[in-house]
Structure formats: structure tokens, C-alpha cells
């Protein structure tokens, strides 16, 4: 009995090495109490082998030597064979659980000090020793826990890791009655959530991912942060698949569930303490992270709504508008339904708190301008909170981020609005907000952001363009528009053009030259740019004749680059076939548009 507790204070001071003493370990040698804790388990092993040694002599009698397991190894040594079967019960089942155990916790040392290799051969020899007796109390959990799982995992070995953690599932829904093995389990759905992720079942990694989280709060072991996040990342999953209902509510748990964590420490606070310093960085983090997949959640929202409602134009259709409105009923009923089959998280004590978050949002499409406005409200909040943690001071590319999608959310919300200059203010929002960066950004560092930001400016002054147009169309015909339309119309052309036309010299050279073959991630943008030019310069109003002539010029220079290209380049056509065919008209039709303009000239002269 007396070299029992030894064996067992030696495993307790095994283990303090590893969980308390390392964490204090220097920088310089990060894993000493972990090789301090790995030479007390081999004393450990070779004390439990010398044990079985002693009892194999007692039990010789009652067990033969071909039902007790062999020789094992010690660090470094191959496991040669293994017994034919026993009870997970017997002397040599218990004999097999405990030295089990041992190449257990030897495994994971050694895959906690980067020996990867060694850590698999240890977990591999304890897999063996517990596969004849695995279902036994005394080794359920090893198998649960299934390190091999996770380190095959962490090699992006996901067969492998998906093989071992399966089995793990299985023993313990065969033992699910035993509470011991729940936070095992967990861990367990975890790595398979993971491995089904990586291996592409990104739906079955959905499922194991929302247990994961479900069981984690039922057994109340949980981080709230990481658990908060968690449940952000995976609204993004059912946000994707158009399951608004499911997104909204695993966010709004998230909501719930992040707030269990208390208060951010203020910034005197934690100038004063280094804990309070980390505390304070970790929410407002996380909490930033909760709020932009907010914002992604009311963006794709109102996105997915804009391409149910409008035409084949872009505009609104009122017809699918009426007959999308008469099913709203119908859907009301079907939600209240589809709350009862939906995962729901939380317990008694947040189920209320969860459901208050979600009532402050849609998870129907919209269909008019206020329910649109009441999911842009709430993604345009949650831009504020973002922004407060991400500041363009430290954080460029995630506060540039966050303003794209705050100037989508406007670009969004427009299509909802059928007062064109209320329409026209909403996109002067964006380019107020995206201007000032687009212009200030280091080309060199930020060259990508600051095309896709030329290319979205671009975009927005043609729309502002083609709504001032319109309101003028409304009120008398382009040949008598007065001089302050005109002149804000090929204002807000030239602005585009001018920013489509930035686009394409990003694209040169240091020398200045434009590419003779364009990449495949910028050649839709290219052409379309370049596409895009000449259209805006063949629209420029002017009354001398000259000046129109030579616009034209331009434009046509313009479209017969896209031709030619497409001509040289037969595989761009596919990227560009709506352009390519304008093009190719305007081709055609310019140079006699061009021809009546010298005419013109030359009568007058």
C-alpha cells in the first residue's frame, strides 16, 4: 500500500509540474517543470510494470501468460503485441487502464513540448492497451478525451483525426448515462465540429459546433467571451445559408451570454494593473467581433432582400413587392413554428434576455423602406461599436473594413427608398465616408484596399449621376436642363470617371505602363473600368461642338480597348460578355455619331 501513495503522490506532483509550475516557466526554457513532470511518469510506469511483475507472479495460477499484455515501452520503445482480450474489469483489464493511463499523460507531455511524433507513438501504445477493456469506467474517459483526435487534427491530418474522434462519440453514447464523461464528450463534438469544417461538411460541423455550445452551458463550463464568440462565428454559417432565424438567435445569444462577463474595466484601471490591462484589451475585442458579425447579419439581410424585390434593372419591383407582402402572414406563422424546431441556447436564466435581443431585429426579409430602415438602424449601432475598438489608428485595415460595410449598409437601404434625392444623400453619405481614406491611404502598403475604395467611389458618383439625371429628366426634357444641373451632372461624371480612371493606373507600372496581359483577379475590374470611362465621357454635356467630338473620341478609344483586348485575349470574353457586347455596338456606332459632329463643324465654319 505504501508504494501505492507513492506512486500516486509522484502522479500528483506529475501533474502540478505540468498545470500550475508551468506556467512560471522562463522564456529560455519554456518546458522545464513539463520534462520535470515526464521523468516522474516513466518512475511512475516502471513502478506500475514492477507491480505487475509481482501480482503476474501471485496470479500465475489463475491467468496464463498469453492473457496478460506484453512488455509495454517507455519513451522511445515500439509496443510489440498485446494480450487476446479481458474484462475491463479483471486484474489485467485494471492493470491495462492504469499503465493506459501512464503512455496517456506521457503523450500528451510530449505533444505539449512540440514532440509530435513521440506524443503519438505514447497515445497510440495507450489506444492499444485500452482497446480490448475500452469499455470499462476506468478508461471510458481516456478514450473520450482522444488526444490522437486532436493531434491529428493539429496536423491537418482530418481522416485520421476524424476516425479517432468518432469512435470517441460512439463509446460515449454507449456510456452517456455516466455524468463523469459529459465534459469529455464536449470536448470531444468540439474537435469533430473542427475536423468536419476542414474536411468540407461544413453543415455537420454546424450541428456538432451548436451542441458543443449547448452542452457547454447546460454544464455551465464555459468561458462567456469564447463562448459568446463562438456562437457570433457560427451565425455567420447560418447567415450564409439564408437561416436569419438561426443567425439572429445564436447572435443574440451571444449578446446575452458576452455580458456574463462583466463590466470592460476602465482605461485608469487598467493602467494600474497589468490583469486589468489583458482584461480590459480581451472584451473589448471580442465584443467588437460580436458586433461586426452583427453588422454582417443586418447587411446580408437587407442584401438578400434587394434581390428578391428588384428588377431586371436593379429597381424596386412593385409587383413582387404586393405578392411578397400577402405571404408575410403566412411566414409570421411558419416563424413561430420554426422557433420550436430552431436551436435554442441558453437556460431559465437567459432564455427571456436572449429573446428581448432578438425581438430588436428582423429575421424576415424586409419589404419597404421601414422595415429596411429598422435593420439598417441596428447594423449602423453595432458600426459605432465596432469602430470604437477598431480606430483607424492601429487597426487600418479592419476600420476600412467596418466603413465598407457601413457604406453598404446606405447602398442597401437606398434601393429601399423611392425619394430620389433622399436616395442621392444616402450615397453622398458613402462618399463622404469613403473619400477621405481612399485619398489619405499609402499606396505601397494599402495598394488592394485603395482600388476595391476607387472602385466603390467609382461606382457610387455613376449612381448619384444617373438619380440627378433622372430627377431632371422628371421636370423637362436634357435639351433645356439649366446650367446648375448641368453642371453638377458632369460634376458627379467626371468624379466617377476620374476614380475608374485611378483604378486603372494603379495597375501600371512603376515606368507608367499598363499591363499587356491583365491578372485574373483584376481583369473583370479592369475591363469593366475601362468600359465604364467611356461611357461616362460619351455622357459629359456640352454645347461646344469640339469639346463633344472630342469626348467621343475618348469613349470610343475606350470601348475599342475592350474589343481588342477580348480579341487578343479570347478567354476574357467570359468575365466581361455584357460589356463586351455594348462595346462592340458602340464600336460601330461612334465613329458616325464622330462623322456628323465634323460635319456639323465644317457647315458651321
Known sequence: ????????????????????????????????????????????????????AGEGEEDSGAESADQRPTEQPVDGQKLDGFGQGFSGDSPAGLRAAKLGAVEYYLGVNHVDTEELSAGQEHLTNCMKLLERCRVSSENVSLFLHNQLGILWAGRDEMEQAQGYLETAESIYQHYMKEVKFELAYTHTMYYLAQVYK?????????????????????????????????????????????????????????????????????EAAAQESETECERREQLRQKRAEIARCWIKYCLNLLQDAKKLLEDNIGELDTDRQEELTRQRRRDEEEEEKGRKSALLFGSEDTFDSIATVEERVLCLFPLDFTEARSV????????????????????????????????????ALAFFEEDMERRCKMHKRRVDMLEPICNDLNSQYYLLIRRQLMFELAETYSDMMDLKLTLANRQADTQSLDNHTIKKFNHLCSASAKYFQMFLDSLRSPEGKFPEHLEDDVLRPALVARFRVGRLQSRLISSSLSVQMENLSKSLEDYKYVV?????????????????????EMVDLLPLKINRLKAKMAANN
Open 376 to 411: 439598417f438602424l441596428v447594423g449602423q449601432n453595432y458600426v459605432t461599436q465596432a469602430k470604437e475598438y477598431y480606430q483607424m489608428d492601429g487597426y487600418v485595415t479592419d476600420h476600412i473594413e467596418i466603413l465598407q460595410d457601413h457604406s453598404a449598409l446606405f447602398r
Open 198 to 266: 476542414n474536411i468540407g461538411q461544413t453543415e455537420r460541423a454546424a450541428t456538432y459546433c451548436q451542441s458543443t455550445l449547448q452542452r457547454q452551458l447546460q454544464l455551465n463550463q464555459f468561458s462567456p467571451m469564447e463562448w459568446a464568440l463562438n456562437a457570433a462565428t457560427l451565425s455567420q454559417y447560418y447567415i450564409t445559408k439564408g437561416k436569419y432565424m438561426e443567425g439572429r438567435h445564436c447572435l443574440s445569444a451571444a449578446t446575452v451570454i458576452s455580458g456574463l462577463a462583466g463590466e470592460v474595466p476602465s
Open 1 to 52: 500500500m505504501s508504494d501505492w501513495r507513492a506512486v500516486c503522490d509522484k502522479f500528483t506532483n506529475a501533474q502540478h509540474l505540468t498545470d500550475v509550475e508551468s506556467r512560471n516557466d522562463p522564456e529560455n526554457d519554456p518546458f522545464r517543470s513539463k520534462y520535470k513532470a515526464r521523468e516522474l511518469l516513466r518512475e511512475i510506469y516502471c513502478s506500475l510494470k514492477s507491480f505487475e
Open 564 to 584: 481588342d483586348y477580348c480579341e487578343t485575349h479570347p478567354a476574357a470574353a467570359h468575365a466581361v460578355e455584357t460589356e463586351l457586347e455594348l462595346s462592340k
